[in-house]
């Protein structure tokens, strides 16, 4: 019987683990009690709010005896978890500044403190965290720090035979308690719900998500949303539009490529539309350039780009954005095998610009280079953002902490870099200096793949570019790095991070 559906699994590839938490917000601590979380001022931990010092009493004044054995004076960000205490399974005792009134994004990396902090000990907890204490000027705070406990509560045991256990029901104790639960509910949900389904299938393993698989995903994760029209071009419609690029990578795997698209139309109808376009390399073996042995595993994660648009896709049309939005996924495994394209080959795009191929494994600028002229060509956009796992360039300059952007425009760089800072997500600017265009010169086609060499992430944008009009507002965005985090942040756990959908529906919500 285990078998049996094994095998279905396979067939019908994956699903999507949608990790829902209850979450509500309340005036009223309420009678549970299993998991209490407090925010504290420096000034707090010397004075007690009344209720924290109810357990401090119950638990013979052993609250403050920690405290100050761990010496925790309640610097922001701060965290002192007890466990069995008072009644209660849990007590976390949080820090926080009361120095300037926090932005959303702190109380998003608080939320996501919590998260790490508190461990459910079996299922069906009960958590309640205390914000009516918490002095700040956002009427939606606890809305925030709930999403950024949601962005954090995340796991994929989907193989593991031990499922983790969850919290599952969170009361936010605070003031304003419609305000927050409309931010939280009609809103932010939504966008940690895309952030969790971008990481899902980053994790899922190769053997399971290729083009066809991540197509049928998308279309069952957005069946019930208004206003989403879903489109997918196959080998034979691409081959009419002359895709020789995306068609090209594909060609050495057993699975098609495919070009998805999902159109979201929330705002005007004919008010020109944002593209937001995802490089979807279901697997990155390199292909006939094929990669070392080492670290190969996470070639699975290289559809990342993708998965970002497809969560955000997700994220904007459960929430309701004015905006018209059209996200496009150029979806291919890259494979070694008899039908694959060799260095050398050269490939001719739908734009009609030859590329001659150096490096089969620099191929996402090649789906993408068809992917984005489609868009252009269909949409007419007023605004176009490419996301990818582009080059290992990119990751090596710029690590975890920030993915690597690059525009035609400095000015707009740096417009581009405050939409990541208010979205909680980084990034920082490379260059593109008209050298590196004159580096893709080749001898038998237009332009070729890879330029000798350095600096890379710029040399990748440039054949990306090559591809997107000079008159239109556009913004590379070359995740390599951030795609996948060595280390937790406050709002992600180690792994699949699911970087770019918190980041393009903030783009969304200031450029729509
Ligand atoms: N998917 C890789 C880039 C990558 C590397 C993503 C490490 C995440 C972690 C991409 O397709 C690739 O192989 N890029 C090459 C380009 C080179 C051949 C010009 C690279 O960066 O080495
Ligand atoms: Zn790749
Ligand atoms: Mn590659």
Do not use: C
């Amino acid at each position: 019987m285990r078998k049996f559906f094994v095998l279905l699994g396979s067939i019908f590839a994956l699903s999507i683990q949608a990790q829902t938490i209850d979450v509500t917000f309340s005036g009223e601590p309420g009678r549970v009690v299993d998991q209490k979380v407090f925010f504290l001022t420096e000034a707090q931990t010397k004075n007690f709010p009344e209720i924290l010092e109810s357990y401090n009493q119950a638990s013979n004044g052993y609250i403050k005896d920690v405290m100050l054995h761990k010496e925790f004076t309640g610097k922001n960000g701060e965290t002192l978890s007890l466990d069995l205490i008072a009644g209660t399974e849990q007590i976390v005792l949080m820090g926080v500044s009361q120095a300037q009134p926090l932005s959303p994004v702190d109380l998003q990396n608080l939320g996501g403190k919590i998260a790490a902090e508190l461990s459910a000990t079996s299922d069906n907890v009960n958590a309640t965290i205390l914000v009516n204490n918490l002095d700040t000027r956002d009427r939606t705070a606890a809305a925030h720090i709930a999403y950024g406990y949601h962005l954090r509560a995340y796991h994929f045991d989907k193989y593991k035979s031990d499922k983790d256990k969850v919290i599952s029901r969170l009361t936010f104790v605070t003031n304003n308690t419609d305000a927050n639960t409309t931010k939280y509910n009609e809103d932010l949900r939504y966008v940690a719900q895309g952030v969790h389904m971008a990481r899902d299938m980053a994790w899922e393993p190769g053997k399971t998500i290729y083009p066809a698989s991540f197509v049928e995903e998308v279309k069952a994760a957005f069946k019930d949303l208004d206003n989403i029209d879903i489109e997918v071009l196959g080998v034979q419609q691409m081959e009419r539009l002359d895709m020789g690029a995306l068609l090209g990578v594909g060609h050495g795997s057993i699975h098609d490529p495919k070009l998805l698209i999902i159109e979201y139309k929330g705002g005007n109808t004919g008010s020109a539309p944002l593209v937001l376009a995802g490089k979807g390399i279901t697997f990155d073996t390199g292909g006939t350039s094929i990669k070392p042995n080492s670290g190969m595993w996470a070639m699975k994660s290289d559809l990342s780009g993708a998965a970002a648009v497809a969560g955000t896709m997700y994220a904007l049309a459960s929430r309701g954005e004015r905006a018209n939005v059209i996200g496009v996924m150029p979806l291919a495994e890259n494979m070694p095998g008899s039908k694959a394209i060799r260095p050398g080959d050269v490939l001719e795009t739908m734009k009609g610009t030859t590329i001659e191929i150096i490096s089969t494994d620099a191929e996402g600028r090649l789906i993408l280079a068809d992917a984005v002229y489609y868009a252009q060509q269909q949409y007419n956009p007023k605004m176009l953002v490419n996301i990818a796992t582009l080059t290992g360039s990119a990751a090596r300059a710029l690590s975890d902490e920030y993915a690597a952007l690059v525009t035609r425009d400095f000015a707009f760089s740096t417009e581009i870099m405050a939409v990541g800072k208010s979205a909680g997500e980084h990034v920082w600017p490379l260059p593109l200096h008209p050298n590196h265009f004159d580096q893709l010169q080749s001898n038998i086609a237009d332009i070729k793949n890879s330029g000798v060499g350095n600096p890379g992430a710029s040399i990748g944008a440039a054949v990306v570019g090559t591809f997107v009009d000079e008159e239109l507002p556009w913004v590379h965005l070359d995740i390599a790095g951030v795609d996948w985090l060595d280390k937790a942040t406050d709002t992600a756990p180690k792994g699949a991070h699911g970087w770019g959908v918190r980041f393009m529906d903030q783009l969304v919500r200031e450029y729509k």
